[in-house]
């Protein structure tokens, strides 16, 4: 990255100056309302109903992070939460690196078809899936069960279109010397072709993570309570409860739901930006 | 890829190819195809969700859409929503970008802050908002205020309900096409900046005639994935408003879809809205892919 901005370096203070601007200008709007809301999860009630607003929470108070648990079971949202973000997540790279597989280095009549046909899964909008899958679903009795908020979702466009891109373009001289050892399809995949592709696998990982983490109207519709929702449906039922009268509850709840996705993407954010540029960059 | 190989590969691996594909084709057909189709024949029907019976009405449900004024204002909130989230978060992400694409100290860790509330959830981005909207002790009032400013009742004002989901919509999303035109711009021929630096050309032609067209595949990338992402937005919109004030103040194609199918029951009626939108994102979608084509080639 550093390496292309060189003939930049030597432009005017102008520019430098105007820069700078925008990044001050920048980390107000984006910084002050994340601010605010960890502000108000650690005020003490009157403080947030005061105007003009207080700016610093005095004294600072943890009573609205226990008051989350009293309004609604937060705990169980998050083991929730976890359990759904992480057997979707596995599930889905998995499919996602097996299906890119046999789409890449497997040779077999159809391949174009059935290629196309998932890529084109991309084109549905989720939206128009709800109302058959809800009434699919309820005549299972699956409704707040997991099975009903995962399976669902399991299946993998997206990444397969993603890893797929990236095995073709894996040079074929390794791969056919791999052949020649007549190495299995299996080995292939785990001793050459998945050592040379974590960055895309994490890349696609990381993204998953992020996207079942934040699923929202499907859990809605699948879960009524605590026993499979996760966190943030949790949240949109503490919002009801407290609601307008009592948003310290609610806001520690918004802090303690965006919080582990925010580590997550902090820790690994690189991997993730790669993920999400690959192929807008060149067409 | 050889001939032979092919001939090799076929037989030896059409078994191994199905167990590997079997598995998500299966769950693509059933919950991604099935229901596509299975809604597009629900559209031409009167049927309440959950009820054993349904009846066949032809095109009543889309006489109904095309005909109501509750759809008119639905069209205009979602052409306002997705034409304001799209612009504007194109075009704020894209003069970010030019000014961060310069050596400046500090630079790493504005593209986290920025692009950090693209990976929040939308539902928590929708309550902290609500909270920072409200009217009084919000945030946003009160600076308002100082400013000298009336502030408006966000919650209570149709317009100004639509311009509070719209821009905490762009907040959490200005983060993406920023990350993506920072990525086309430090991708670019950087020797064509130096020439048009020798040619003093001014910033404002550089930009226009160096740089933008270099930037085309990027836009257009992000004209069709930021579109349709803005377009099936419901998070923000269910924790915020609820579609409201007054009923649909706040309601786009995809909120109502929901409202009609599982508040009001109307299935075979949200099927019909969905059915519309399905078609009218596959047609946007197809003629933006074709000018990219169009474009590449010339």
Redesign the interface.
Known sequence: ??A??????H?GVL??V???L??LV??L??????Y??VA?SLKERPD??????TWFPDPVTLENYDGVRHGVPFLDFLRNSVLITTVLTVVQVV??V??A???SF????G?TV?LL??IA?L??????????????V?QLGWRNTFAGII???????FG?FLLRNHFVSLP?EIIEAA?MDHAG??TLLWRVVLPMSWPTVIAFTLITI?NE??Q??WP??MADDSSTAP???G??QL?DAEG?TN?GP??A??VL??LP??V???VL?RH??KG??A????? | ?SKT??GR??GR??L???V??L???V??VV??????L??IR?SFFRWN??SPTSSFVGWDNYVEWFTSSDSRTVLVNTVIFTGAAVLGSMALGL??AL??????R??GV?R??????F???????G??????F?P??G?VP?LL??LGLSPPNFYQSSAWALFMVTVTYI?KN?G?TF??YL??L??RR?DL??AAEIDAAS?WTRLRKVIWPQL???T???LITVL?NS??V??VI??MTRGGPYGNGTTTM?YQ??QE??VNLR?GY??TV??I??FA??VV?LVQVWL?ERG?RE
């Open positions: 990255m550093s292309t901005t060189a003939p930049h370096e432009r520019s430098q105007s820069g700078y925008a990044m920048v980390v709007v984006i910084a002050l309302p994340l605010w809301i108000a947030i109903y005061t105007v003009p607003v499919l996602g097996l299906s597989f046999a789409l497997l040779r077999f009549p391949r059935v046909f998932i899964a084109m549905v909008p989720s939206q128009i899936t709800w109302i058959s899958n809800y009434a699919l309820a399976i669902p979702l399991a299946g993998v466009a397969t074929t052949e399809a299996l992020v983490w934040n929202y109207l809605l519709l966190l943030p449906v949240l949109t919002q307008f948003w609610v806001m709840g918004t739901t965006m996705v925010l997550v993407f902090l954010q993730m930006i999400l540029t192929g807008a960059v060149k067409g | 890829m190989r092919v590969w076929s691996h059409l191994l190819a199905a590997l594909l598995p998500n084709l769950l693509l919950f991604t195809y099935r229901p596509l299975d809604s629900l969700l959950g003069g970010l000014l961060l694409d310069q050596k400046i500090g630079r504005v986290s802050l920025v692009f950090a509330p990976v929040l959830s939308g539902a928590a981005v309550v902290a908002f609500q909270f920072i409200t009084n002790f945030l009160d205020r100082s907040w200005l993406y990350v993506i990525a086309a430090q991708a950087t900046d130096e910033p085309r595949p990027a257009f990338f992000l349709l377009f099936q419901f998070d269910h924790t995809v879809i929901y199918t599982f299935a949200g099927a969905a059915t939108m399905f994102l596959l979608t990219m590449r």
